[in-house]
Structures are given as C-alpha cells and as structure tokens.
C-alpha cells in the first residue's frame, strides 16, 4: 500500500464526517470506483455519514460484491435506509450477498414504512420467561451478550410483556426468588406500527431512554433507543409523519374552507332587528 493511500485511509478513520464532506463534492462515479478499491471496512466508515441519496447514488455504481461487503459495515438502520433508496432488484440482490446473520436484522426493518417505530427499533429480545427463577435469570444475561442492555424483560407464556426487571436489581436478588416477584410491571409499551413522532411525544424518554416494542398482539419485537429515535426523525418525514408535513398542511386547508363555508351559510340567515332593552334606571324614567 502507498504513503498516500495510507493517509487517506488514516483520514476516513480518523474524520469519517469530514471525509464525507470531501466526497460529495466529487462525482459518484469517482466516489464508487474509490469505494470499491478501499477495504470494506473503511468503505463503511466513509459511507455512513454520506448524504443517504449520495451514498445510494454510490451503491447503485458499485458491483454487488463490493457493495454488499460495505454493507456488513453499515448498522442495520443505516443500512436500511440505503437500501430503500435501491431499485427492489438490486437491493434483494444485496441482502443476498450477505449472510443470513447481517441480512436478517436489516430484512426486518425493510419490512416496516420508514417513519414507523418498528423501522427503527433494534431486534433485541433480551426476555426471560415469568415463571424463572433470579438464578435462571442470571445464566440467561450472561448468555445474551451483546443484545443484553440494563434490563431484562418479563413475558408470559403468550409472549406478552409483563414487565422489566434491571439487573442492579436482579445481581443483589436471592437467587431462588422469582422474577415476577421484582419486575417493574405497567411499562409504556410502542406499537411497531407507530409513527416516530407519536413514540416521540407518547413516551417518557426523560425517565427512560429505551421503550420495549410490540406487535398488534402485545408481544415483544424489539427496543426503541432514544438515539435512534431521533435518527428516524431527522430523515426526510412523508405524509403525515409529523406536525408540518403534507397532511397536516391538507388538514388545514379543508378546515379554513369549511369555516369559510360556515361563515357565509350564517351570514345568509336574516336575524329579527330588536331594540334594546335598557337596563339603566335613569333611562327608564
């Protein structure tokens, strides 16, 4: 490898955002053939701060192999949203390069609209069942490695979620108490099929920064992070997503015609002149 090549490599991993910055300021053709030269690793690196339409521009440019392989390197929610941005044949043609592990998450968050909770939740089901025991609690965290976060969750045999308990709790628990016993029960449960703005206003993100997610039957599908919460709603809202959007602005437009309309009925009423009726003692003398 070259001094040269070497630097720039340095640069994209150490400044990945300014790195960006430079590459859109080039073609996408030049961009995509240099993405296709550099290691995987470092392509991901420079891709996912990209403007998301530029990097699709690039992906589209880009052989299967080389871009599925620079995929690997993007998360699931970064890696979604690009794929969107892709004919379905190319995009299926992605996933298919990838392995069944990497392609899974991202087939999951491809399944809902782009501004719904489920988009943008992470498929982790850090859950013990309702009937362990403290200590089976115990051996299921240390199992679960990276998808273990500060709680685990409660389900009953129908996989609903009853509760949450957190393992500050659970690691100084008697090891033959049962976790229903400790659970935080009456959790603010999102639906998958939410949009982003009511998850944002419908929940205590102040208390909490991660909400579990259920699907229509109240079984648990994944977590809602308060940063990625906050990625979604900085994506490009469509139609009613959020106050401001089309749909609001429609809403509005018909509600000021139907007051016009209700305005100009009532001024077509002939309302009965009367006199006043006087009040004033010294007037009725």
Not at 4 to 29: D, H, N, Q, W, Y
Not at 69 to 90: G, W
Not at 165 to 184: K, Q
Request: hydrophobic fraction near 45%.
């Amino acid at each position: 490898m070259k001094n040269e090549e070497k630097l720039t490599l340095a640069f994209i991993e150490s400044s990945p955002v300014e790195a960006a910055r430079v590459m859109e300021k080039l073609s996408v053709g030049d961009v995509a053939a240099y993405l296709e030269e550099i290691p995987a690793r470092f392509g991901g690196l420079a891709v996912h701060p990209l403007v998301p339409d530029f990097a699709g521009q690039c992906l589209r440019e880009m052989s299967e192999e080389k871009a599925a392989a620079l995929i690997q390197h993007l998360d699931a929610h970064k890696a979604a949203v690009l794929l969107r941005l892709l004919s379905p044949a190319k995009a299926d043609a992605l996933l298919d390069e990838l392995p069944r592990s990497a392609a899974r998450p991202i087939q999951k968050l491809l399944q809902y609209p782009p501004h719904t909770v489920g988009a943008w939740m992470e498929a982790l089901l850090p859950v013990v069942p309702e009937t362990a025991t403290v200590k089976e609690a115990l051996r299921t965290a240390k199992k679960l490695g990276p998808q273990l976060t500060d709680s685990l969750f409660v389900i009953d045999p129908n996989d609903r979620v009853a509760g949450k308990i957190p393992l500050t709790r659970l690691v100084v628990a008697r090891g033959s108490l049962r976790v229903s016993d400790l659970m935080e029960a009456g959790l603010t449960l999102l639906s998958d099929q939410a949009t982003l703005w009511s998850a944002k206003t419908g929940a205590d993100w102040a208390e909490c920064r991660m909400h579990p997610v259920a699907d229509r039957d109240g079984r648990l599908v994944g977590l809602l992070f308060y940063p990625d919460l906050l990625k979604g709603l900085a994506q490009p809202a469509g139609p009613g997503r959020a106050p401001g959007g089309r749909f609001h602005r429609n809403i509005k437009k018909v509600w000021a015609k139907s007051f016009s309309g209700v305005v100009r009925f009532f001024r077509r009423i002939p309302f009965i002149s009367r006199k006043p009726v006087w009040k004033d003692k010294e007037h009725d003398r």
